[in-house]
Structure formats: structure tokens, C-alpha cells
């Protein structure tokens, strides 16, 4: 298991950025795919994007594509979301989750595939 804490959410207007990290414990980091959730306020948690675990790969839902970005350093053991022209649907608490496969080789973006997950970190954004 890995542990993930967040970090890094806040309030911000719309059309502003903020950029997000995960820190995870664990020798085994940079074996896992890792990935994005968010919650927005009443509704279910949604998948937001994905990065493999070399950190050559990446899939994004389609309402965050060309906004945000996911990236990681594997020297860190840390993950980010750059998020940029952030919108008022954007707020949500958001959630960094590690894959339960080692080295896996498909995108997975449905909660179940993920066994890590962190506490998670609130994003409101103001219009």
C-alpha cells in the first residue's frame, strides 16, 4: 500500500490556476499508476486524469482536457495537478489515488481499479 497525503487547494477565482500535490510514502511510488478524483459538492467522486507509472502517458477526462495538467517526479515521490482557467464546476474536494496494479498497461479511471487514497483537498472556485 502507499500512503498519499494532498496538498495544495485553496480558494481562487475563476479563470485562475492552482496547482495540486500528492506526496506518497513507499518505496514502490513510481510502480503504480496514479491518478486525479474530484468530488464536486452533492455529487458522486469523478475521475479526472491519469498518468502511468514512468510518467510517459496520460489520460484526462474530457471536462478538464487542454486545462489541466498531470505530471509526477518519481525522484519526490510526489504527483501534480496543474490546473489552469479554472471554472466555477470545478469545485470539489479532489483526491490523489494510486492504481492497485503494478506496471499496469491499460487507463483506468473507475474508483474500484484504485486501492491508495489520500485525504483529499478543497478546491472552490469563485465566479
Known amino acids: 500500500q502507499v500512503q498519499l497525503v494532498e496538498s495544495g487547494g485553496g480558494l481562487v477565482q475563476a479563470g485562475g490556476s492552482l496547482r495540486l500535490s500528492c506526496a506518497a510514502s513507499g518505496r514502490t511510488f513510481s510502480s503504480y499508476d496514479m491518478a486525479w478524483f474530484r468530488q464536486p459538492p452533492g455529487k458522486e467522486r469523478e475521475f479526472v486524469a491519469t498518468?502511468?507509472?514512468?510518467?510517459?502517458?496520460?489520460y484526462y477526462a474530457d471536462s478538464v482536457k487542454g486545462r489541466f495538467t498531470i505530471s509526477r517526479d518519481n525522484t519526490k515521490n510526489t504527483v501534480y495537478l496543474q490546473m489552469n482557467s479554472l471554472k466555477p464546476e470545478d469545485t470539489a474536494v479532489y483526491y490523489c489515488?494510486?492504481?492497485?496494479?503494478?506496471?499496469?498497461?491499460?487507463?483506468?479511471?473507475?474508483?474500484?481499479?484504485?486501492?491508495?487514497w489520500g485525504q483529499g483537498t478543497q478546491v472552490i472556485v469563485s465566479s
Open positions: 489515488a494510486a492504481n492497485r496494479r503494478q506496471y499496469g498497461s491499460g487507463w483506468y479511471t473507475n474508483l474500484p481499479d484504485f486501492g491508495s
Open positions: 498518468i502511468r507509472w514512468s510518467g510517459v502517458g496520460t
